[in-house]
């Protein structure tokens, strides 16, 4: 006799929503994974047609990426001596010799002064501001809310030229301070938003409970709510520093130098030296680990809120 | 310990009044309930005591201080909430001990007062285990030790019992009821459920829209009750009343109602027009020679007793009587009211006439 449950799927089931899983997987990682691949292809083998799946691999992408190259006379290559590291070894297979670290360092650096510092600042802020908002009795609260979330009903690139403008006239312009102020001022209205939402799932016992426990408001917002609101400011954070993170057009309009994040940074070493795809695309590949990273960390916390939630109610 | 006072309560939201000038005194270690139907300002009156809500006007004393405007976490009190709220993210004996650690109790300290509590509650074996997977008696327990583990002056509950299955709830009322009774600490206690309030409480007020329609023991508000709507509130089957239009004079202890002369307790207190015989179900008495007749409706057998329906020319009537006692549909009974039980109402104003045997349970301000 078959029995059959509804809480079991059969065989030819699981194995189908398997297969649809790990297809829908190819599908998006492939352009994800030639990239990567493509970080570790020599030039030649990265524009080879038909394209390479197999190849030999090589780090010649990313010390392109790092440094600055100079070509060299055959009496300077003799004058230099023997190659004295592994990078200087691949270098010299095209004549050239090491200049000077590129500028892929600082780029780097500052996405992550500018991307986790703005998701700090709106994190902080539209916490504070949701709070307020859920808890107090804030007048014109729904008009507030409305005009917090009109600041999102245009694209932020429209309003381009006047922010340009007023940066430059507050001296503003490629600077760390105006690109976290930017970026925490367009993820505001989210954070509010979806903090907000969050805070209002929490029943408002608790902090009460904690009130007369003797423990201040202050007190009880830190400890009873936020450990409860873990979930919805983790997700939240995710979604404002992917939003910062690649940001290019105010980017590539507002900074050039000493502020200047990557995005708008990694299309300029193609005109380095021809089409030198593989330095794009390990700079690409760098670029996409922080992300990846902060969502790992902060996933496993998702995870946990979440079977918080299930069995609370 | 502590006796608490409330003198002229009111609690306006916006422009709905949710409580209106409510008075009255729970006495020291009293186990004091608040009664009424939903909606009536119950829970708004417990909050504003616990600090929760901020009176609209009126006083709060606790153990004489006033504290109508003093934070909740300054009246040392503990408050126990209908759905516990017990903190997620923390195991039984951080929630228990988590009162104590505001007051900045020694660790060691800390740790040998939650397992005393523990152990008069019985939930020793549970401490370490999440609040996620607690039963809900289980909840209500830890619930209650978070509340005692201070020895605040007070308790306040919030139909604490409301989130349990009936079953549980009667064992976990008699757990309460004994927890009081060794601690000794005043209690208020919010509920709906006429019979929880009767069952459980030292003192009981009845409120109704927000007012107080009366307070006192629950056995007086029972057989006293100052208004028709505490008197149909209370019981189960609730009070009868037999409307008509009549008088009372003052002094008199009878009562014409349809050519019939009642017999009462002494009237202190006269009225004319629209008045209501009220009776309990109990004290009403089948009998062949009683001028006044009923119809029977229908009978609803309860084990030892059986309710009677009656129709009468003044209204439906419920007789509670033997079970043993055959009784057919249709029949037409006579009907002997107990005239010691009697209470007589202006059924304009829904109030009891003031008479000699009602007058040492009234307080009417
Ligand atoms: N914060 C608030 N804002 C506006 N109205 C409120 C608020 N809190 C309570 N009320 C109203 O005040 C009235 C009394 O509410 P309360 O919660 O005290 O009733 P209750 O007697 O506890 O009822 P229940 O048995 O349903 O818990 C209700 O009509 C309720 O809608
Ligand atoms: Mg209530």
């Known amino acids: 006799m078959s029995s059959y449950s509804i809480t079991e799927p059969s065989k030819r089931q699981k194995w189908a929503a398997g297969s649809f899983v790990i297809f829908y997987a190819v599908v998006t990682l492939m352009p994800l994974l030639w990239i990567i691949a493509t970080g570790f292809k020599s030039p030649s083998d990265a524009i080879a047609y038909p394209p390479k799946v197999v190849f030999q691999p090589t780090l010649e992408g990313y010390v392109n990426l790092f440094t600055t190259r100079t070509r060299a006379t055959p009496e300077m290559l003799v004058q230099a001596g023997e190659p004295k590291t592994w990078y200087d070894r691949i270098v010299r297979q095209y004549d050239m010799v090491i200049a000077g670290p590129s500028r892929y360092g600082e780029r780097f650096l500052n996405s992550v002064i500018i991307g986790f510092g703005s998701t700090f600042f709106a994190i902080v802020l539209g916490t504070a501001a949701a709070y307020a908002f859920s808890r107090f009795r804030v007048p014109l609260k729904d008009d507030l809310l409305f005009f917090i979330l009109s600041t999102r009903m245009m694209p932020p690139i429209a309003v381009a030229i006047p922010i340009f403008l007023m940066f430059r006239q507050l001296g503003l312009n490629d600077t760390h301070a105006g690109m976290i102020l930017l970026y925490t001022a367009i993820n505001l209205s989210l954070s509010v938003w979806l903090i907000h939402g969050f805070i209002n799932e929490i029943p408002i016992e608790y902090e009460e409970a904690a009130l007369i426990d003797g423990y201040t408001r202050f007190q009880a917002f830190y400890k009873v709510v936020l450990p409860q609101a873990t979930t919805g400011i983790a997700s939240t954070a995710i979604f404002c520093l992917i939003f910062a993170w690649n940001e290019y057009a105010l980017a590539a309009l507002l900074t050039s130098g000493t502020a200047q994040t990557a995005p708008p940074f990694i299309p300029t070493i193609i005109g380095t030296g021809g089409q030198d795809w593989p330095a794009v695309a390990a700079g690409a590949t760098i670029f996409l680990l922080p992300v990846m990273i902060f969502t790992i960390l902060l996933r496993k916390h998702l995870l946990r809120g979440i079977t918080f939630g299930a069995v609370r109610k | ?365």
């Not at chain 2, 008696?137 to 509950?157: C, N, S, T, W, Y």
Request: include cysteine.
């Open chain 2, 1 to 365: 310990m502590a006796q608490i006072k409330i003198k002229n309560l009111r609690k306006d939201f916006g422009t709905f009044n949710a409580v209106k000038s409510s008075t009255f005194t729970i006495e020291d270690g009293e186990f004091f309930m608040l009664l009424g139907p939903s909606g009536c300002g119950k829970t708004t009156t417990l909050r504003m005591m616990a600090g929760l809500e901020l009176p609209t006007s009126g006083e709060i004393y606790i153990d004489g201080e006033e504290v109508g405007q003093k934070p909740a976490s300054k009246r040392d009190i503990a408050f126990v909430f209908q759905l516990f709220a017990l903190y997620p993210h923390m195991n039984v004996g951080k929630n228990i001990s988590y009162p104590l650690l505001s007051q900045g109790m020694p660790k060691d300290q800390v740790k040998k007062r939650v397992a005393e509590v523990a152990e008069i509650l019985g939930i020793s074996d549970i401490l370490k285990r999440p609040i996620g997977g607690l039963s809900g008696g289980d909840r209500q327990r830890v619930a209650l030790g978070r509340a005692i583990v201070r020895e605040p002056k007070a308790f306040f509950m919030d139909e604490p019992l409301g989130a349990l299955d009936a079953e549980f709830r009667e064992h976990m009322s008699e757990e309460l009821r004994a927890l009081h009774n060794r601690m000794g600490a005043t209690t208020v206690y919010v509920t709906h459920d006429q019979l929880e309030a009767m069952q459980m409480g030292d003192k009981i007020v009845v409120m109704n829209h927000g007012s107080v329609e009366q307070f006192g023991k629950p056995q007086e508000i029972y057989d006293w009750p100052a208004t028709m709507f505490v008197a149909n509130f209370l019981g189960s089957p609730s009070m009868n009343f037999l409307r008509f239009e009549g008088m009372l004079g003052t002094n008199k202890s009878s009562i014409e109602m349809n050519g019939i002369d009642f017999k009462i307790p002494t009237a202190l207190e006269g009225a004319k027009g629209k008045l209501a015989i009220g009776i309990r179900p109990e004290h009403i008495k089948f009998s062949d020679k009683a001028q006044y007749r009923g119809k029977v409706l229908a009978t609803e057998y309860l084990g030892t007793t059986q309710i009677v329906t009656l129709t009468t020319p003044n209204g439906d009537v419920k007789v509670r009587t033997d079970a043993t006692g055959k009784i057919k549909t249709g029949e037409k009974i006579g009907l002997n009211f107990d005239p010691r039980t009697v209470t007589i109402f202006n059924a304009e104003n829904g109030k009891a006439l003031l008479s000699n045997a009602n007058q040492g349970v009234f307080n009417r301000g």
